[in-house]
């Protein structure tokens, strides 16, 4: 009679814990799809497209890109020469399509801690 007892507190324990788990999954899948309504009703950033002139070696040609307000023209030019060069290969031509700022920059503290972690040994 002892052992039915706790079998039959084992099995209602599991069942509740279970249950309760199953509830909570819900409620974060839940506030997850109501988080990501509302982040993707925010306003993206302004992007504009601007009309930018490249000249290869055997033909000229007008390439629309995409760069967001406030980036200076200079700045397009040294990020398309820098990908230019980085990519730079026989035969192979690649084109920089569009240029956005990233997020804020990264605290201090964030930037300490990324480096402390990453530290060789």
Known sequence: MDWELALSVTATGLTVVFAVL?????VVALFGKIMDSTTNQKSKPA??????????????AKISMQVEDGISEEVVAAISAAVAVM?????KTYQLRSIKRTG????AWSIAGIQ?????F
Do not use: F, Y
């Not at 199953?22 to 819900?26: D, E, G, K, S, T």
């Not at 504009?48 to 490249?54: C, I, N, Q």
């Open 104 to 107: 804020k920059n990264r605290p």
């Open 22 to 26: 199953i509830v909570l999954v819900l």
């Open 87 to 91: 990519m730079s290969s026989e035969g």
């Open 116 to 120: 402390d972690n990453t530290r060789p």
């Open 47 to 60: 992007v504009k497209e601007k009309p930018v002139e490249v000249s290869a070696a055997d033909n000229s």
